[in-house]
């Protein structure tokens, strides 16, 4: 089977992390109701005010910072929940230059249901060196499918190829098979001062651009797989080295650098080729702010009179009906009361609102309250309707917490104590599932649907204590 790929264009070197990350001069979210906006959500608010489409992030960046080491669920939610808040594609990547790892793979693959989260692209490896790439990347896309996982991979050639075109680099690229037939392929490239110093002018690096776009054709029409570049940009590999360099850093560019990304750009909207530019990252050098690149080449800035064009950015859809919402509490717990509030603009009034909790309930109007009865990631739509009947739909992610066990949620006996008695009434009904006789919810205390170990484990925490 095979659909016809996503054009993607948008900014990477985003931490998943970053969406817990907080800088103190950042607004008031306006995804998580009550909460300041993480360094994620300003950048995603700056890309979208630029029509991007899409983020590439860094699910785990080992070396990077501190927190970016290793896999955070929680983050990683938060970073998807944004993205869906501002309509993003995200491409998650695994950023490390070995081989992909189908243990990692696996937990985020679980982790991050299709059907919660469909908009999400998964590269395996950011700039792979491996001797069994292909065989990695196959047990990587086989592990998703064997899931039911049908979204898009984009694999990168190994050990930094560029293909130039003629062919060359072509075998660099893995050669996999793919039921869904889902495949990007991607390469990276830059205009380095450290390869190109001794012909560094603007003419050359447009003119390396083209060579790299050369490449990009011969991947698509070589290759038979549609091209999506995650990481083309404009620092120099180097800290303050050209004589010209404007600003130093990962975020830093010279006129050089930006001719190159700006003719990359061009060629990419002209033939409809997606891409992902270095980077949008809350952790560069001085003077790069919270989101990074954009505070520096993604904003155009003058070039000392070369008069280099800005980078093209995607043409922006007329503005029309916009649906949002939020909810309270922002971290809410089975049983607990969720506050929705819905809100429209851009349409004619008055708005009537649906709602979709993702559980199999609805309701109707703008501002309503729902109780999940079970732990787990429900996703909650909103359907706005204006007075034209035009309609707008917006959805979140709601990640219900299992209840807080309190004492006296497991006094069983009613004596207020905590205490042996109420272990042996545990006892009587431990191993039991849903569908059993002697299943009781108040002994289920995570709210797994088996009185368990685990649900012991809870009572063992208030074991003793007085209510």
Known sequence: MADSPPVLYGWGGILAVGAVHYDSANPSSSVFSGEQAS???????????????????????????????????????????????????????????????????????????????????????????????????????????????????????????????????????????????????????YYFWTSHSGSWSVSDAVSWADAKWAGVQDVINTLHRPFLGTEWGAELDCFACSPDQKVVGSAGYSPETLAYVSELAMLSHRDAVGYTFWNAGDWNDSPAGITGALDTFGSCPPMNGASLPCLPLPTSSPAGLQASFNYTPTSPQAGQSIGFVASAVHGTGPYAFSWNFGDGSSANGSSVSHTFGSPGIFNVTLIATDNASATASASLSVRVLPQAVTCSSVDYNGNGRVEIVDVSIFAIHFGAVRSDPLYGAKFDLNQDGTINIIDLSELAFVYGQTC
């Not at 299709?114 to 491996?130: D, F, G, I, L, M």
């Not at 086989?142 to 991979?153: H, I, K, P, S, V």
Request: with cysteine; aromatic share 12%; hydrophobic share 30%.
């Open 39 to 189: 360094n994620t959500e300003v950048t995603f608010a700056e890309m979208k005010t630029r029509g991007y489409n899409a983020a590439r992030v860094a699910i785990i960046d080992p070396g990077n910072q501190p927190d970016s080491g290793s896999y955070d669920s929680n983050a990683w939610h938060r970073t998807l929940q944004l993205a869906q808040h501002f309509g993003f594609w995200v491409i998650g990547d695994d950023h490390e230059y070995d081989c992909p790892g189908t243990t990692f793979w696996q937990t985020v693959f679980q982790d991050t249901p299709q059907a919660t989260y469909p908009n999400v692209v998964w590269e395996p490896k950011n700039e792979p060196h491996c001797s069994s790439l292909t065989a990695d990347d196959q047990s990587v896309i086989d592990a998703a499918r064997n899931l039911g996982d049908t979204r898009w991979f984009v694999l990168g050639c190994n050990n930094d190829c560029s293909p130039s075109g003629g062919g060359s680099d072509l075998s660099s690229f893995p050669s996999v098979s793919d039921s869904q037939n889902h495949i990007f392929y991607d390469f990276h490239e």
